[in-house]
């Protein structure tokens, strides 16, 4: 009884051609390496160890020739999986970039050791005791650095790595045990000539800075010679300018350890304003 193709439904196969060609393709290769390698075996010119080279080197070709077969059977799945894949990776990238630039943050930190726990720090607008540090962020106890008091606010700040990227970083760790200490006392524009008194600030300065003097220069010494710079200290400097508002201004800057910072301040204050009432009651007294 003859076969009627026409009423043959193909498109099933149609759909999935690339499974139809694997098979084709696998089925012809393993007929085809079979009868090739039957071939060599038969083959009673050619020696033992020959055979054996020539039927190794046969399965390493069909091997190569089957994978790339279906890789081309398979390319348009493979290019939309591939395209799946790296639109996968950037949105990935792209939704991590914070905790990637973190990680980096943490391997760049670790590479070039600038602060260690327990160092005061300077991170873009953040500053403080480092109390710890793991691999996404820098956690600091806030110091009053900016005020003068050198103490601790009581806020903690959580610095992320990223920000390593970014900012330099300022090791502020010597100035845990001495400081150059700088303030200003604004007065008036008067009759009262700063200069005056600036000798006996300066006596009052060495005054109050005498018990720890010979300390501070070996310390001063010993921050010059590890950052190979020269600092300002360990003399006591004082600076007389004026505003454009008319102000007089009295800029002291010493060397001092840091706990005391702000009691030499307040003590150097208190004789200012002492010498300079004394000097313009005498003025208006003669006046």
Request: glycine share 4%; hydrophobic share 40%.
């Amino acid at each position: 009884m003859p076969v009627d193709f026409s009423q043959l439904d193909f498109s099933i196969l149609m759909d999935h051609v690339e499974i139809v060609l694997t098979i084709t393709w696998i089925f012809l290769s393993y007929i085809i390496r079979r009868y090739t390698k039957r071939v060599i075996r038969i083959n009673q010119k050619i020696e033992h160890d020959k055979k054996r080279q020539r039927i190794n080197a046969v399965d390493n070709i069909f091997n190569l020739f089957l994978v790339v077969g279906l890789v081309l059977i398979w390319s348009s799945e493979l290019q939309n999986i591939a395209i799946s894949i790296a639109a996968f990776m950037v949105a990935l990238v792209i939704a991590t970039k914070e905790f990637i630039a973190c990680i980096v943050g943490a391997f760049y930190r670790a590479s070039t050791r600038p602060y260690q726990v327990g160092d005061w720090i300077r991170i873009a607008n953040y500053e403080g005791e480092v109390t710890d540090s793991d691999w996404l962020s820098t956690t600091l106890f806030e110091v009053d650095l900016k005020g003068g008091s050198y103490t601790y606010t009581g806020r903690t700040t959580v610095v992320p790595n990223s920000v390593l990227l970014l900012h330099t970083v300022q090791n502020l760790n010597y100035m845990r045990r001495y400081v150059t200490h700088t303030f200003s006392i604004s007065r008036s524009t008067d009759d009262v000539n700063l200069f005056t008194i600036k000798e006996q600030i300066l006596e009052k300065i060495r005054e109050y800075s005498e018990h720890f003097h010979d300390v501070a220069i070996r310390y001063n010494s010993l921050i010059e010679k590890r950052l190979d710079i020269k600092i300002s200290g360990p003399e006591p400097r004082v600076r007389i300018t004026t505003t454009p508002e008319g102000f007089n201004v009295f800029t002291v800057s010493l060397f001092c350890p840091t706990e005391e910072a702000v009691e030499i301040e307040q003590k150097v204050t208190e004789d200012f304003m002492t010498f300079w009432y004394e000097k313009r009651n005498a003025y208006l007294g003669n006046k």
